[in-house]
Nanobody, 127 residues
Framework: QVQLVESGGGLVQAGGSLRLSCAAS????????MAWFRQAPGKEREFVAA????????YYTDSVKGRFAISRDNTKNTVNLQMNSLKPEDTAVYYC????????????????????WGQGTQVTVSS
């Protein structure tokens, strides 16, 4: 199965930016839908963004639209999440995930459809 490793998290002030990266190994990266989820203390895992295998179609949760951007580089087996205008409510552990399917606009937001997960990277936004 695919192995995923996230990096790029840290502590930033509100209004600042971070760029998360996820490195994949094993499998055929260019065949996978990739996504970012996040989980804040005491809350359920939340969908953040997803991107189709070719990178032509992206999805975002409403709360990050206009602030976050997901991208992928299939030549490097990486997926990224550029996070701008960060808010304290963005504080969470961010997880990279992969799925071996093209999914509907509903299922792509559900963690149960993903096959592999990274261990997460902490993002903390101070006010």
């Amino acid at each position: 199965q695919v192995q995923l490793v996230e990096s790029g998290g840290g502590l930033v002030q509100a209004g600042g930016s971070l760029r998360l990266s996820c490195a994949a190994s094993g499998g055929t990266f260019s065949s996978y839908t990739m996504a970012w989820f996040r989980q804040a203390p005491g809350k359920e895992r939340e969908f953040v963004a997803a991107i189709w295998p070719t990178g032509g179609t992206t999805y975002y949760t409403d709360s990050v639209k206009g602030r976050f951007a997901i991208s992928r580089d299939n030549t490097k087996n990486t997926v990224n999440l550029q996070m701008n205008s960060l808010k304290p409510e963005d504080t969470a552990v961010y997880y990279c995930s992969s799925a071996h399917l093209i999914m509907t606009s509903v299922n792509i937001r559900r963690p149960g459809w993903y096959n592999s997960w990274g261990q997460g990277t902490q993002v903390t936004v101070s006010s």
